[in-house]
């Protein structure tokens, strides 16, 4: 018996000794498999364990391929890295991954004597007795003697707080069940930490007094409470400004912020608030000596930013506006220097980020005002690791879907820029063998949607397979990025599609506003009108389309297959979020109260309405689905494990009920040992991507015969 009917009718599965199918664990009580929820229900892991089994049987036919996938993967890839070494105020410091490790080293060396090399941190050594390690946040003490970090060794987002004297020190476990964030005070004998509710929410900012001895000793005082959130919509979070002189305490929650100032030499001092929140005012700050700069939103959808001098603090007629508002740009952040400002703007029309730079004289008078220069876009851009506040010359990194991440130093007073570093490639896939093109799909409503696509140069102008991905949520922007084991991919034959679609941030803050809550249907139908897209202008073979979504893209190809099921051939649903309803409907889930803003309160009957009627559990079309491959983790905060095992089960319920889908294949893989963002190691990432691989080259018809039929 299996954990779903055989996948097609010559299965030699078919009587696998040891496997129950969903019907066996079906409760007529509980028609929707809600009992799924109940990790302490020991038939939960038996029925997981199945779907498993029932998934290895599956993909047997296929590991040949997706050893192949995986061998080939590591091929195109430099597999010891060293990372891009960093200059602090008494020691340049990077990481280095051995060839065969999992995690990386950090190493150091005095500024002045760079034969003097010494590992201070040792992950991959630190990950041999755990099944799952996730480094949260790491920081360096002002005086680089000591770091702290904190790590999650289940993948639950749960963490433990370590520290260490430099470079040899015994770790110390000081603090368990804490949230990821750490920042060191300047007075060089505080932490700063987050602590979590009953919902995993970070409500809290605490600070640890130290007592720090040269010889490696350490005692911890008791941690002080600085700030508790009362409101369970906002979390806390933690930073510094680069001048290093204030700490920062931001509340926020999806649409609306509070920043708290503590002087950092002074970490006792109460913090004082910068502005008092008003509903629907986001703002961020950064710090020159004698000014605070604010970007917010406040009669500015799109954000500006203004200054205020340091001691007018929430003195709204004290401000001078510096970048004013514009209907066709979006300002994302702004970082400060002596010198002036890097401020990050996004284009509407072009979905593309700029950096610019503003620079003051000693009256803080603007005498330089520019964009500065990168490579031919589209790509990402951003600002690199310049932790000095007097830098001059920056570093600018630089990524898109045919070039490799790269770095670049720009020194600002002579216009150089050299390349400093990027990832190299092997194999018979370079970025001039590559094709990246930008379309744009007309929505429903008529809105123009980006979509990019990349596959191989030799293919243009031929109608190919194609992958379609998508995420569209919280106003994350998609913006181009490389990846090794795509290549795996396109060598095939296989295009790689993009739909930018309402809801993320890739045109600003207005493509994300009209793609939530009540908008919250753009964002499917901009996925279809991508697809349709691709296969008008002749790009994508009608027939073979793949649907790939994680997390909130899960709910976005969920949604979209319920809307036009035979758009695709086949759906990768990675820790999907499809039971959207039922999960906003518990408040002591994870995330809940948090996302009110983003997907609405269903205790409002006019949202639970809106939630229901695209929430895919609720409009499940499991007769008309294509093939689907769910991952789900048993860890996972985020997207609990349930989601995709009663997806799953519904659609294999479906397949046992209806003959005519019994060819149907319905897969499910949980992850028993890590969380929502799958295994920490990045061999088991690099494997499960691979298996991930072959199910969608088997479901475009290119495993050259491996694997079961396709229906």
């Known amino acids: 018996m299996k954990a779903q009917p055989p996948n097609h009718a010559q299965s030699t599965q078919r009587h696998q000794?040891?496997?129950?199918?969903?019907?066996?664990?079906?409760?007529?009580?509980?028609?929707?498999?809600?009992?799924?929820?109940?990790?302490?229900?020991?038939?939960?892991?038996?029925?997981?364990?199945?779907?498993?089994?029932?998934?290895?049987?599956?993909?047997?036919p296929l590991e040949p391929l997706a050893e192949a996938l995986y061998q080939g993967h590591l091929a195109r890839r430099e597999l010891a890295v060293k990372g891009l070494a960093t200059r602090l105020d008494h020691f340049t410091v990077w990481s280095e991954t051995a060839a065969d490790a999992d995690y990386p080293q950090w190493w150091r060396h005095p500024n002045d004597a760079a034969e003097a090399s010494e590992c201070f941190l040792d992950l991959e050594a630190r990950a041999r007795a755990q099944a799952f390690l996730e480094l949260g946040d790491m920081a360096l003490s002002p005086d680089e003697q000591w770091l702290a970090w904190t790590e999650d060794t289940q993948g639950d987002e749960t963490y433990t707080l370590h520290l260490k004297r430099l470079p040899d020190g015994e770790p110390l476990a000081l603090l368990d069940q804490l949230g990821a964030e750490l920042c060191w005070a300047e007075d060089g004998t505080t932490l700063l930490f987050t602590r979590y509710d009953a919902t995993q929410r970070p409500d809290s900012a605490w600070r640890l007094p130290l007592s720090l001895a040269p010889d490696g000793g350490c005692r911890a005082g008791d941690p002080v409470l600085v700030w508790r959130e009362a409101d369970p919509e906002f979390w806390i979070g933690l930073g510094k400004t680069r001048s290093r002189q204030w700490l920062l305490i931001e509340s926020a929650s999806k649409d609306t912020s509070e920043s708290h100032l503590v002087p950092a030499d002074r970490p006792a001092t109460p913090p004082r608030c910068f502005q008092p929140r008003s509903a629907g005012v986001e703002y961020a700050l950064d710090h020159r000596p004698g000014h605070f700069y604010i970007l917010h939103n406040q009669d500015a959808v799109h954000f500006q930013l203004d200054v205020v001098a340091e001691g007018g603090l929430g003195g709204e007629g004290q401000r001078k506006t510096l970048v004013p508002h514009r209907e066709e740009v979006t300002l994302e952040g702004v970082d400060a220097y002596a010198w002036g400002l890097v401020v990050g703007e996004r284009d509407h029309g072009e979905a593309q980020v700029s950096l610019r730079r503003v620079e003051f004289d000693a009256a803080g008078d603007i005498i330089t005002d520019d964009t500065l220069p990168t490579s031919a876009g589209p790509l990402s851009v951003g600002l690199g690791d310049t932790p000095h506040f007097d830098a001059r010359v920056l570093r600018l990194r630089e990524e898109s879907f045919t070039t490799p991440a790269?770095?670049?130093?720009?020194?600002?007073?002579?216009?150089?820029?050299?390349?400093?570093?990027?990832?190299?490639l092997h194999g018979d896939l370079g970025p001039a063998d590559l094709a990246c093109d930008r379309l744009w799909a007309i929505a429903h409503d008529g809105e123009r949607v980006p979509v990019s696509v990349v596959r191989r140069a030799d293919l243009v102008g031929q109608a190919l397979p194609t992958l379609l991905y998508g995420y569209g949520a919280y106003g994350e922007a998609l913006d181009p990025w490389f990846s090794a084991a795509r290549l795996e991919l396109l060598a095939r034959g296989?295009?790689?599609?993009?739909?930018?679609?309402?809801?993320?941030?890739?045109?600003?803050?207005?493509?994300?506003?009209?793609?939530?809550?009540?908008?919250?249907?753009?964002?499917?139908?901009?996925?279809?009108?991508?697809?349709?897209?691709?296969?008008?202008?002749?790009?994508?073979?009608?027939?073979?389309?793949?649907?790939?979504?994680?997390?909130?893209?899960?709910?976005?190809?969920?949604?979209?297959?319920?809307?036009?099921?035979?758009?695709?051939?086949?759906?990768?649903?990675?820790?999907?979020?499809?039971?959207?309803?039922?999960?906003?409907?518990?408040?002591?889930?994870?995330?809940?109260?948090?996302?009110?803003?983003?997907?609405?309160?269903?205790?409002?009957?006019?949202?639970?309405?809106?939630?229901?009627d695209y929430s895919p559990l609720d409009n499940l079309a499991a007769r008309?689905?294509?093939?689907?491959?769910?991952?789900?983790?048993?860890?996972?905060?985020?997207?609990?494990?349930?989601?995709?095992?009663?997806?799953?089960?519904?659609?294999?319920?479906?397949?046992?009920?209806?003959?005519?889908?019994?060819?149907?294949?319905?897969?499910?893989?949980?992850?028993?040992?890590?969380?929502?963002?799958?295994?920490?190691?990045?061999?088991?990432?690099?494997?499960?991507?691979?298996?991930?691989?072959?199910?969608i080259l088997w479901a475009l018809?290119?495993?050259?015969?491996?694997?079961?039929?396709?229906?």
């Open 494 to 612: 296989v295009a790689f599609a993009v739909a930018h679609v309402r809801g993320g941030g890739e045109r600003g803050e207005p493509w994300y506003l009209a793609g939530k809550l009540e908008h919250k249907p753009n964002s499917f139908h901009d996925f279809l009108a991508a697809r349709d897209t691709l296969v008008d202008q002749g790009l994508a073979d009608a027939e073979r389309i793949v649907a790939y979504g994680a997390s909130a893209g899960g709910l976005l190809v969920g949604a979209s297959l319920n809307l036009a099921p035979t758009a695709f051939c086949a759906a990768v649903l990675d820790v999907p979020f499809v039971d959207v309803l039922r999960t906003m409907e518990n408040p002591d889930l994870p995330l809940t109260t948090a996302e009110y803003t983003e997907w609405g309160n269903p205790e409002d009957p006019r949202d639970a309405r809106r939630i229901r």
């Open 624 to 695: 008309d689905w294509p093939t689907v491959f769910l991952q789900g983790s048993w860890h996972d905060t985020r997207v609990p494990y349930w989601e995709p095992a009663k997806l799953y089960a519904r659609l294999a319920q479906a397949n046992a009920e209806t003959p005519s889908l019994s060819n149907r294949p319905v897969l499910l893989r949980t992850d028993m040992e890590s969380g929502h963002g799958g295994a920490s190691g990045r061999f088991k990432a690099w494997r499960d991507g691979a298996r991930q691989d072959a199910f």
């Open 701 to 711: 018809g290119l495993s050259d015969g491996a694997g079961p039929p396709r229906t």
């Open 406 to 424: 790269s770095w670049w130093s720009l020194d600002l007073d002579s216009g150089d820029r050299k390349l400093l570093k990027q990832a190299p």
């Open 17 to 60: 000794p040891g496997l129950s199918t969903p019907s066996d664990f079906r409760r007529p009580e509980d028609p929707e498999w809600h009992w799924l929820e109940d990790r302490d229900d020991g038939r939960v892991q038996e029925f997981l364990h199945a779907a498993n089994a029932s998934s290895d049987a599956w993909f047997s």
